[in-house]
């Protein structure tokens, strides 16, 4: 009986994470529209067991102060709106390709060129995707 009573805590506790992960995720989309972030998708990495997060979300920006115009806004919205900090956050010096990990979702904003040599869309196609543009 006992592994059911388990099973079920878990379910419940799996819900609130969704949730939690829904708000985080609608809150990095905009903050990326908001910056005129491009190509913005996502991919659902949950049925993939060698995925380090739940979900990718990737953009462009034109231009590196664009790139870092985006990174930050995203960071900065997540922390006001959502109340969560990044556990960690790359590039900003090289100013190319910035990835800022929010454990479970992990933001890759990159120049065209960059994302076009790296090809993570692809690298990743046996996820789900979803185009967030407009």
């Known amino acids: 009986m006992e592994p059911l009573t ?7 506790s ?3 994470r969704t ?3 829904s708000r985080l995720f609608k809150t990095i ?3 990326i529209q908001e910056k005129k972030g491009e190509n913005i998708v996502s991919l659902d990495l949950r049925k993939i067991h060698e995925a380090v997060a739940d979900f990718f979300i990737i953009c462009e920006a034109s231009n590196p102060q664009q790139l ?5 806004f995203i960071q900065e919205d997540v922390k006001i709106q959502c109340g969560e ?6 590039g900003y010096q090289a100013l190319q390709w910035v990835l800022i990990d929010f454990v479970n979702i992990v933001v890759h904003v990159m120049l065209p060129d960059v ?3 790296y090809n993570l869309d ?6 789900e995707s979803q185009e967030h543009n407009g």
């Open 6 to 12: 388990l099973l079920t805590t878990r379910k419940k």
């Open 122 to 127: 692809e690298m990743w196609s046996d996820a």
């Open 68 to 72: 870092r115009a985006i990174g930050e």
């Open 14 to 16: 799996s819900v609130v």
């Open 29 to 31: 989309i905009n903050a």
């Open 85 to 90: 900090v990044a556990y960690k956050h790359e």
């Open 19 to 21: 949730t939690k992960n």
């Open 115 to 117: 994302r076009k040599f």
